[in-house]
């Protein structure tokens, strides 16, 4: 059973426009959400986070957004630039689970010039 | 250099040999992970380990083993290799405790099991 869920495999977007990535999860207990953005043959690197006790989280051009009572998050990239086509994971932990982070299947971003 | 590492980069073996992967990370981290990425599944944690000589089973452990026996070394080892173990496979490491968990994550190995 899937309980982070990218039902997204890829999404297109102009640049300069508005990327918006989406992830929803079934865990009630998960209290703290990542984003992940991989380039090909490399390693995810930790892009954002947020605590279940926000709702959104702001750093430069990327926003996540919480919506709890939906079980859904989201990432905005605003405004999209070429080099931001990756692939992006969401990611979930429980405070309980010894660290453990649950994965999103991903989504892969491609911003066009 | 400080950090994560794993070696090899890119691995081809046969069916039924025993493989290691090895990943070394230099921050003295707690926490350390092994995934595998797989089309349509995302990364998907094989074992961890919360210590030195402390590890549990992932989602996905049947085939696989580990150790830890230091804490900057985390080795893989798949024991009888078969062809849906090809994939590529993340070791991370983590320094904080279960909530805040950002992790960090090595390159990579690609490995294929002919």
């Known amino acids: 059973d899937q309980q982070v869920k990218q039902n997204s495999p890829s999404l297109s977007v102009q640049e300069g426009r508005i990327s918006i990535l989406n992830c929803d999860y079934t865990?009630?207990?998960?209290?703290?959400f990542l984003w992940y953005k991989k380039y090909p043959a490399e390693g995810p690197t930790f892009l954002i986070s947020i605590s279940s006790i926000k709702d959104k989280n702001e750093d430069g051009r990327f926003t996540v957004f919480l919506n709890k009572s939906a079980k859904h998050l989201s990432l905005h990239i605003v405004p999209s630039q070429p080099g931001d086509s990756a692939v992006y994971f969401c990611a979930a932990s429980a405070y309980n689970q010894g660290g453990k982070l649950i994965f999103g299947q991903g989504t892969e971003l491609s911003v066009k010039p | 250099d400080a950090g994560i590492t794993q070696s090899p980069r890119y691995k081809i073996t046969e069916t039924g040999r025993q493989v290691t992967l090895m990943c070394h990370q230099t921050?003295?981290?707690?926490?350390m992970f092994w995934y595998r990425q797989d089309l349509g599944h995302g990364l998907r944690l094989i074992y961890y380990?919360?210590?030195?000589?402390?590890?549990d089973k992932g989602e996905v452990p049947d085939g696989y083993v580990v150790s830890r026996s230091k804490t900057e070394n985390f080795p893989l080892t798949l024991e009888s290799a078969t062809r849906s173990q090809t994939s590529v496979y993340f070791c991370a490491s983590s320094g904080r405790l279960a909530g805040v968990n950002e992790q960090f994550f090595g390159p990579g190995t690609r490995l294929t099991v002919l």
């Open positions: 865990n009630s207990m998960f209290d703290y």
């Open positions: 921050w003295s981290h707690s926490y």
């Open positions: 380990s919360a210590a030195a000589d402390i590890t």
